[in-house]
């Protein structure tokens, strides 16, 4: 087809094509084509067409013919340059906004003059609905951004938290999966669990029982609170899980979400705290009744003593066994002194003077007094006492008392020519901060369910006659009223360890 020239069509005929041009065109290249039809169809020298930018703050430049170096946008209509002589202005207003403006030089004198108002009323609501377009993607792309940003900041409080953490949905599937359950023994990382079944995830649980656990929370509504026990390679440890529903809309709930908190701490410091309580609970008891019993005690003792000065005034056949009765009552009545004494000791560790001592001294001590005990020269003793520990601010007869209990406790768990006994000395605690003391041996160890009882008063597991059960106990008591700490950990088969930190004198 051969155009026409342009400047012979009629104002309508160029009025119709911008229209074309405008309609459902791609919104910037027809206003360039716009620009190029006035030229021709006015007809002008140049044609620029200023189009505001959608933040509003410029106004950018179309211009036919194109410049060979792309022009500068202006900060505002006021600062266009004066009109030329000979040029046409026509501001382009849309719902009363200025939107742009319509800037023809070297007018011609066609016919098309007459179209350049029309043509300006079709291009105003055009631009405008460039400029609008483009704010709301630019609006789009800021609130995205902010989605994004605020995402991204929920993300790093979930994975912050010194919990672990993890979301299901109704279908079971684990949607979120926080940092700390990706690190540890049994961490997984979130790439390889989101988006799959929890119950493929975690197996410690079995599936019924999981899902039995959720399903409660999504028909319930309410938080479920438990704690579990967990083992370890470094001992038990104690997990506090929560498991609180969360609805996305509505009444429904939608997702689970899951908190393990490792509580270990806590409980062994509320372990600790019953453990006091009882002690002293029966040290307040004991020592009202201890008073009571010795006296009895004495009598009968005496009474004993009493009756065996007498025995020859008494039938030769009935002596023998009227010397065995009284060695019963004696053996008996001194087995209760000792229990009496025992209790004594564990109701009052506190009136003993305390002052600087060096730890090391105090084990040397303790085997001094064992060394000829008949069953300790069967055993291999080993000692590990580090030098230069630092004193510890205690009444060295208590501390010999406590390993002594410790290291005949040890000698009871070994076969009597078969076995370890390990003592150490070190730094050691929370900070490094304490003096350290380990009784180690190769026993028959202590069964879990013993653990917590060993501490309490007449706990034993030794046959009648042989042990109180008061031994660890007093241990306890005086340790603690050193104001330190008394702890055990144990392999059954394989023997105990027990330790005794005190704090280090500076
Ligand atoms: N080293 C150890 N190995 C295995 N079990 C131990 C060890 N130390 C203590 N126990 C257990 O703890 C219990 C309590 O100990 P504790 O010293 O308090 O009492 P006892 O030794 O039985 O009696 P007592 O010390 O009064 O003569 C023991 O009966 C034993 O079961
Ligand atoms: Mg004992």
């Known amino acids: 087809m051969t155009p026409v020239p342009a400047s012979l069509l009629g104002p309508l005929d160029l009025v119709g094509a911008v229209a074309r041009l405008l309609n459902g065109a791609d919104s910037k290249a027809a206003i360039g084509l716009v620009a190029d039809r006035l030229r021709h169809g006015v007809p002008a020298e140049k044609v620029t067409i200023w189009v505001r930018q959608p933040s509003g703050a410029s106004f950018v430049p179309v211009i036919s013919p194109a410049p060979p170096v792309a022009p500068f946008p202006l900060a505002g209509l006021d600062a266009l340059p004066p009109r030329e002589p000979g040029g046409l202005r026509v501001a382009l207003e849309h719902d009363g906004t200025p939107v742009g403006m319509l800037d023809l030089e070297g007018v011609g004198d066609g016919p098309g003059r007459e179209a350049v108002g029309i043509v300006a009323d079709l291009l105003a609501p055009h631009v405008a609905l460039i400029e609008l377009s483009e704010d709301l993607a630019f609006e789009v792309a800021v609130r995205a951004r902010q989605i994004e940003e605020q995402r991204r900041f929920t ?16 279908d079971y599937r684990i949607q979120i999966w926080n940092r700390k359950r990706e690190t540890g023994t049994q961490g997984v990382h979130r790439d390889e669990v989101v988006g799959r079944p929890v119950f493929e995830v975690l197996t410690r649980q079995s599936a019924d029982q999981l899902k039995g656990e959720f399903d409660q929370i999504f028909e319930s509504g309410q938080m479920s609170q438990m704690d579990i026990e967990v083992e370890d390679p470094n001992g038990e440890r104690f997990y506090r899980i929560s498991k609180i529903p969360m609805r996305l809309d509505g ?44 006296n009895p005690l004495a009598t009968i003792g005496a009474c004993a003593a009493a009756l065996e000065g007498r025995l020859p005034e008494v039938d030769a056949s009935a002596q023998v066994a009227f010397r065995e009765y009284i060695e019963i009552i004696d053996k008996e ?52 006492l580090t030098e230069d520990l630092p004193q510890v ?26 076995g370890t006994l390990t003592v150490r000395s070190r730094m050691g605690g929370h900070r490094g901060e304490e003096v350290l003391v380990e009784v180690q041996d190769t026993g028959v160890g ?46 059954p088969g394989l023997g105990a360890t027990f330790r005794v930190y005190l704090p280090a004198l500076p």
């Open 333 to 384: 009545v001194e087995r209760c002194t000792n229990i009496v004494d025992g209790l004594l000791e564990f109701s009052r560790p506190k009136d003993k003077e305390k002052s600087p001592v060096a730890i090391n001294a105090v084990i040397q001590d303790t085997f001094f007094l064992l060394k000829h005990h008949t069953r300790f020269k069967k055993l291999t003793v080993e000692r590990e």
């Open 155 to 170: 993300g790093l409080v979930i994975d912050s938290l010194p919990v672990g953490l993890y979301v299901v949905d109704r």
């Open 393 to 418: 601010k205690a009444n060295a007869e208590q501390l010999v008392q406590v390993l002594m209990a410790l290291m005949l406790n040890a000698l009871d768990a070994m076969e009597a020519g078969n």
């Open 446 to 491: 202590i069964p879990r369910a013993h653990l917590t009882k060993i501490f309490e008063p007449f706990f034993t597991s030794k046959p009648q006659g042989r042990g109180t059960g008061l031994g660890l106990s007093i241990c306890y008591g005086i340790v603690e009223d050193h104001l330190g700490r008394l702890e055990v950990e144990s392999q």
């Open 251 to 294: 009444d429904r709930i939608s997702h689970v979400i899951t908190i393990g908190e490792d509580v270990t701490e806590w409980y062994r410091i509320h372990r600790r705290i019953m453990q006091n309580e009882k002690l002293a609970a029966v040290g307040q008891l004991a020592a009202g009744v201890m008073h009571e019993i010795n």
